[in-house]
């Protein structure tokens, strides 16, 4: 064999191994809520796979309609873990010799890989049922981090908000202000399907009650506020939807007291309607309550991964001290 030869036969093997040195020092990029899931067909069409789609794609609480908590791609266990996805979470499950369940996390964050074995198809299942929660919030967490660090290259001026509620919060420029009242501020941004608003208000913490009807004072207190926002007929004014009760809970922003409220708001005499996320903190420091919400308004579209941007940008809020 001659030394062209030798060359040509050589070329190849070369390129592939470029090829996969490239591709593994390329940043995890992935679609937004989307899991890859490595798993052999026959689990994957039996129980295992029905636990995982239950857990995994149930429906987004608070949307107008039906959409799954993420999005699953699934791919054989034979192929390679690296080699055959770029998302961003990925989960692997098969049989093994023993029952393990284990977290793997990038160096190169948000990137996390997450190991459920077990010797059988109860024990996998079992797992699944365990570990749900923490790999949801892992993920979720993950996601958010990736939309902040991407909406942190490009922001809107901070001075107007900050001056008036002594706030920095990362929001991404395309948003523009539509009202600026005293205590009241909407931004709204255009998409190619509607258009996403944020509103930033506050009132005095003694105006707040938190007995046992905390849901009833925030709709009483977003239906308020409703006013500024008209719709293009007359006498219209954003209502919270009536159809269905909010979804609740307690959690924190920045350190404080938060109360979370996902549900849907509509325009009162007129047709638009959409999902919306009200956090209301508990900001003792400047004795008031802070409110961050977010909605959308997005007909015959996807509106899961719109209402996870704008939960990314209220959670990047800090509030400044005295």
Not at 127 to 138: F, G, L, P, R, Y
Request: net charge positive; aromatic share 10%; hydrophobic share 40%.
């Amino acid at each position: 064999m001659n030394k062209t030869h030798f060359l040509l036969l050589l070329l190849p093997f070369v390129l592939i191994s470029c090829f996969r040195n490239e591709r593994q020092s390329q940043p995890v990029s992935g679609k937004t809520n989307t899991i890859s899931i490595i798993i052999d067909d026959q689990l994957w069409y039996g129980e295992v796979g029905d636990t995982i789609r239950n857990k995994f794609a149930s429906p987004v609480w608070g949307l107008t309609q039906e959409e799954p908590l993420f999005t699953i791609n699934q791919y054989p266990a034979k192929l390679l873990e690296g080699f055959v996805t770029d998302s961003r979470s990925i989960i692997v499950v098969k049989k093994a010799a023993a029952d393990k369940f284990e977290i793997i996390r990038s160096k190169t964050l948000p990137h996390n890989t997450f190991r459920i074995y077990g010797k059988s198809i109860d024990d996998i299942i079992c797992s699944i049922e365990m570990n749900s929660a923490q790999i949801i919030k892992i993920i979720r967490d993950a996601e958010i981090q990736k939309i902040q660090e991407d909406n942190s290259k490009s922001l809107l001026h901070p001075a107007v908000i900050k001056n008036k509620f002594h706030i920095d919060i990362q929001i991404p420029t395309g948003y523009e202000y539509m009202l600026h009242k005293k205590n009241f501020i909407w931004l709204k941004k255009d998409i190619i399907s509607g258009n996403t608003s944020l509103l930033i208000y506050q009132i005095p913490l003694h105006d707040f009650k938190t007995g046992s009807n905390v849901v009833g004072s925030i709709i009483k207190m977003r239906d308020s506020v409703g006013y500024y926002i008209k719709g293009r007929e007359p006498n219209t004014r954003m209502i919270t939807g009536e159809a269905y009760a909010p979804y609740f809970s307690t959690t924190e922003l920045d350190g404080k007291k938060a109360f979370e409220t996902k549900g849907s708001w509509e325009l009162k005499n007129d047709f638009m309607a959409g999902p919306f996320i009200n956090y209301a903190i508990v900001d003792k420091t400047y004795n008031r309550i802070l409110v961050i919400e977010g909605f959308c308004y997005s007909p015959s579209n996807e509106e899961r991964d719109l209402m996870l941007d704008l939960e990314a940008i209220i959670k990047s809020v800090k509030i400044d001290k005295r």
